[in-house]
């Protein structure tokens, strides 16, 4: 069974371009959240998409937007890039409310020049 | 919204050491994980632990609830035990699943 799939692995941008991030969740799984990782505020909550419709979001600025297409696969967005939007983005994919089925993928690492 | 800590920051074990890793809470929780950030990024879910005791190999944690704290133990630590372990608190319903991370213990367990 594959797990949760986030493209790029990597990805380098100028400030003031935008940036899209994509996320395949686990096979059957409707609920996609987005976390942002940087070494100065740790592991913040972004959004999370339950079957195309965003259910939560975090204290972020309106240039972070996600979507989530009709096979669960999810996109988020960031535009007018800012230094400070460098970090880790991790996504999530868990089966309807269970914790104990939450699953992370690897990232995409994104540094903005 | 509920604060999370966790303790100590960084930590340096010989293999074979054990250890004993602590998350407190400002609110009552839950819905407690414990997870482990491996050298490539990814978060491996370890536990889901709102009370009571877990034991998984050489991993155990236990969440008091009533005391608004858990702890995660790690015994005969291998190399590759490294990594950050960060615990959370989970909200899962219909107003959407998210969680709420503690900002991390940092593990390097030398050979």
């Known amino acids: 069974k594959a797990g949760v799939t986030q493209t790029p692995r990597y990805l380098i941008k100028t400030r003031g371009q935008q940036v899209t991030l994509s996320c395949s969740p686990i096979s059957g799984h409707r609920s996609v959240s987005w976390y942002q990782q940087t070494p100065g505020q740790g592991l913040q909550f972004l959004f999370e998409?339950?079957?195309?419709?965003?259910?939560n979001k975090g204290n972020f600025p309106g240039r972070f937007s996600g979507r989530q297409f009709s096979n669960s696969r999810s996109e988020m967005n960031v535009s007018t890039l800012e230094l400070g939007d460098s970090a880790l983005y991790l996504c999530a994919s868990s089966y309807r409310d269970s914790p104990e089925k939450l699953f992370f993928g690897s990232g995409t690492q994104l540094s903005v020049l | 919204g509920i604060q999370v800590e966790q303790s100590p920051p960084d930590l340096i074990l010989q293999e074979g050491a054990n250890s004993t890793l602590r998350c407190n809470f400002s609110?009552?929780?839950?819905?407690l994980q414990w997870f482990h950030q491996n050298p490539w990024g990814q978060l491996i879910n370890l536990f889901y632990i709102p009370s009571g005791t877990k034991q998984n190999g050489r991993l155990s944690a236990t969440t008091v609830a009533t005391e608004r704290y858990s702890l995660l133990y790690i015994s005969s630590s291998q190399t590759t035990d490294s990594g950050v372990y960060f615990c959370?608190?989970?909200?899962?319903?219909?107003?959407?699943?998210?969680?709420?991370f503690g900002g991390g213990t940092r593990l390097m367990v030398k050979p």
């Open positions: 959370a608190e989970g909200t899962y319903n219909n107003a959407g699943n998210m969680l709420t």
């Open positions: 998409y339950f079957s195309e419709t965003q259910r």
């Open positions: 609110d009552s929780v839950n819905n």
